[in-house]
């Protein structure tokens, strides 16, 4: 069973702070990473991915990734209230199908 | 700009009746995938297809549930007859043809009630 693990929170964050996401993921074949945003209500947004050890930046998020330890994370710095979701981080296997995480819930605070 | 679009948004039927959705993957992209959201169990994949044909549909209740891409600009799921355990979101998604990194885009959504 591939499987995608990840904090369900809420994970409470001061506005300007940064917040912290973790994800494991036990398929060790698992090709790239991917983070969604997803509103309540909406539909999961794509705004990270990343397929090489180390880290990436994209504006106010860095992912970072260490396949030996089988580990993403999520770093968003200056955290906004519009930054108030649920994270979905996402592993994708040779074949291009994802296996997502239950989400982690972050919540801004002013 | 471009988007997967879905159709209906909501739909809420009775036990037993027949339902299908409808999704049009991006322009230009050769992977759609169906996902069902409840608060249970999260996203799950119901089934995808490249280049038109399925790939997996392993997620998929068969007896109830079936897939097809008739063109490339158009996925239906159907569900027949309904349940209400069927109650949830069902969301499309697409990649890009030249995908690298198997990323995927989604629509809107469909929330279904079964009654």
């Known amino acids: 069973q591939k499987e995608v693990e990840q904090n369900s929170g809420p994970l409470s964050v001061p506005e300007g702070a940064i917040a912290s996401l973790n994800c494991t993921y036990s398929d060790r074949g698992s090709q790239s990473f991917f983070w969604y945003r997803q509103y309540s209500g909406k ?13 990436k930046e994209d504006g106010r998020f860095t992912a ?13 710095r200056d955290s906004q209230p519009s930054d108030s979701a649920t994270y979905l981080c996402a ?20 | 700009d471009a988007r997967v679009t879905q159709t209906p948004r909501h739909k809420v039927t009775e036990m037993g009746q027949e339902v299908t959705m409808r ?10 995938f169906w996902y069902r959201q409840t608060m249970m169990q999260g996203l799950e994949l119901l089934a995808y297809f490249r280049n038109r044909a399925p790939l997996d549909d392993s997620g998929m209740p068969k007896d ?14 159907k569900i027949q007859p309904s349940e209400p355990r069927d109650s949830a979101v069902y969301f499309c998604a697409s990649g890009p043809r030249l995908a690298r990194y198997n990323e995927q885009f989604f629509g809107p959504g469909t929330r279904l009630t079964v009654l």
């Open chain 2, 64 to 77: 109830r549930f079936s897939a097809e891409m008739p063109d490339a600009t158009l996925a239906t799921l």
């Open chain 2, 23 to 32: 999704c049009q993957p991006i322009l230009g992209h050769n992977t759609v």
């Open chain 1, 91 to 110: 592993a994708s296997d040779s074949w291009g199908k994802l296996q997502f995480g239950a989400g982690t819930q972050v919540v801004v605070t002013p």
């Open chain 1, 43 to 55: 539909s999961p947004e794509l705004i990270m991915f990343i397929y090489s050890n180390g880290d």
């Open chain 1, 64 to 76: 970072q990734l260490n396949k030996a330890s089988q580990y993403v994370s999520l770093l968003i």
